[in-house]
């Protein structure tokens, strides 16, 4: 059992994953990355899985990297960190995540919820890259992924001054999809991976890749892609039975296949 993380489900195919370090506002040390790692790791080979939900606290989605962990590092502890492996294995987690996020989103804990791929906010919700006031920048994709998801203008803002933003800003910059009542964002963010859940899981999983391809390549390429994978689909069950169920006006009943 992890110590840093609470596991529940999976239920509906919706596995929920809670940051657990409150006395440290759920900072990100190699411990926790490792478990949440591993928990990815299991969850990517279980078929009752479909989805997955990661959040905080009320107070802190994440407060950052641990900055006592990171002080500890010199410079050959961080070229040989083995947070980089974690950080990558979340990356490639290959079914959706959606992250609920409540509190500060700072730092590490910012870049973990931009790993997600669908973000919504409680009203509560601070978003910041603060390692300038550290003397460091970010790590873990903060400088790339926040560029991409709000553009240039506000991410150089946000990472030279390390200035947090709001919920309502970072919906109206495009960072998150949706704001809730803070005590309903987990409530809300089940619902949607519920909805993912109950959908074709190859037709989701190969949306969400060739998403994630409009920020990773050129627009041919990212076209070339969405064709192969559309087509690839069409040799599937789960269309046959898609298309079938439109026309006898029931509801399909996916399998994976
Ligand atoms: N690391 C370690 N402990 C932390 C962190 C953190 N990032 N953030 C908060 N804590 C601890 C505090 O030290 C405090 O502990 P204690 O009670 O023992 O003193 C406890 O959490 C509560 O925090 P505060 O008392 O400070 O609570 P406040 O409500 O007053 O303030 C803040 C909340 C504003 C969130 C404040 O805690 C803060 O500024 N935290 C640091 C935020 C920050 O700078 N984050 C960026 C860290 S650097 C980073 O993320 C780089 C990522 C690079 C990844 C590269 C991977 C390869």
Redesign the pocket.
């Known amino acids: 059992m992890p110590d840093n993380l609470i596991i529940q489900g999976p239920e509906k195919g919706v596995l929920l994953i809670t940051l657990n370090r409150p ?3 759920n ?2 040390n190699t411990e926790l990355l490792g478990e949440l790692s591993a928990v990815l790791d299991a969850a990517e080979f279980d078929t009752e899985i479909r989805t997955v939900v990661l959040t905080g606290s009320e ?2 989605f994440a ?8 002080a500890a590092r010199d410079l050959v502890g ?1 070229l040989e ?1 083995p ?2 492996a974690h ?1 990558q294995r979340i990356a490639r987690f290959p079914k959706p995540i959606i992250a609920a996020i409540n509190g ?1 989103a ?4 910012c ?1 973990l919820a931009m790993h997600a791929d669908i973000l919504i906010a409680g009203e509560n919700a601070r978003f910041g890259q ?2 300038i ?2 003397g ?1 920048m ?3 994709g ?1 400088t790339q992924r926040l560029t991409r998801a709000v553009g240039t203008a506000l991410a150089m803002q946000m990472a030279l001054t390390g200035e947090q933003i709001s919920a309502q800003r970072a919906l109206q910059a495009g960072l998150i999809s949706e704001i809730c009542p803070t005590e309903l964002t987990v409530e809300r963010a089940i619902q949607i991976a519920e909805t993912i859940a109950s959908k074709a899981p190859l037709a989701v999983r190969l949306t969400k890749e060739a998403v994630h391809k409009a920020s990773d390549t050129d627009l041919a390429t990212g076209l070339r892609f969405e064709r192969h994978a559309f087509t690839v689909l069409s040799g599937t069950a789960d269309r046959a039975e898609g298309l079938k169920a439109f026309q006898e006006k029931r509801k399909p009943k996916f399998t994976g296949c």
């Open positions: 006395q440290a506002l900072a990100l107070r802190a407060a950052g990297a641990d900055i006592n962990e990171m961080i960190d947070r980089v950080w500060f700072l730092g590490g804990g870049e603060p390692e006031n550290l460091i970010p790590g873990a903060g």
